[in-house]
Nanobody, 115 residues
Framework: QVQLVESGGGLVQAGGSLRLSCSASGSIFSRYGMGWYRQAPGKQRELVARITTMGSTDVADSVKDRFTISRDNAKKTVNLQMNSLKPEDTAIYYC?????????WGQGTQVTVSS
């Protein structure tokens, strides 16, 4: 009953920037966490960053100084600003929403960073 739609992925050169966005729709409670996970070929899915309704954030050490997560509660949207991208950031990025004990996932958006 909750749908997540991601946008903003693409191909970028090392050192460049991308901004990912994810919009939620459906039956969503007032409190919900949103975040971004990524999965590279042959690797497990890992947390990139997440943010609570009140704005508390948790960001992976590998991207802490380069990525910034934010949200717009009125639009039910979470964003991920990615700067100084590296080839190792190449992965499929998935939007996540957590509310009332249930996880919801977007279809993913491809981010490719060339050297």
């Amino acid at each position: 009953q909750v749908q997540l739609v991601e946008s903003g992925g693409g191909l970028v050169q090392a050192g460049g920037s991308l901004r990912l966005s994810c919009s939620a729709s459906g039956s969503i409670f007032s409190r919900y966490g949103m975040g971004w996970y990524r999965q590279a070929p042959g690797k497990q899915r890992e947390l990139v960053a997440r943010i609570t309704t009140m704005g508390s954030t948790d960001v992976a050490d590998s991207v802490k100084d380069r990525f910034t997560i934010s949200r717009d509660n009125a639009k039910k949207t979470v964003n991920l600003q990615m700067n100084s991208l590296k080839p190792e950031d190449t992965a499929i990025y998935y939007c996540n929403l957590y509310s009332e004990g249930t996880n919801y996932w977007g279809q993913g958006t491809q981010v490719t960073v060339s050297s």
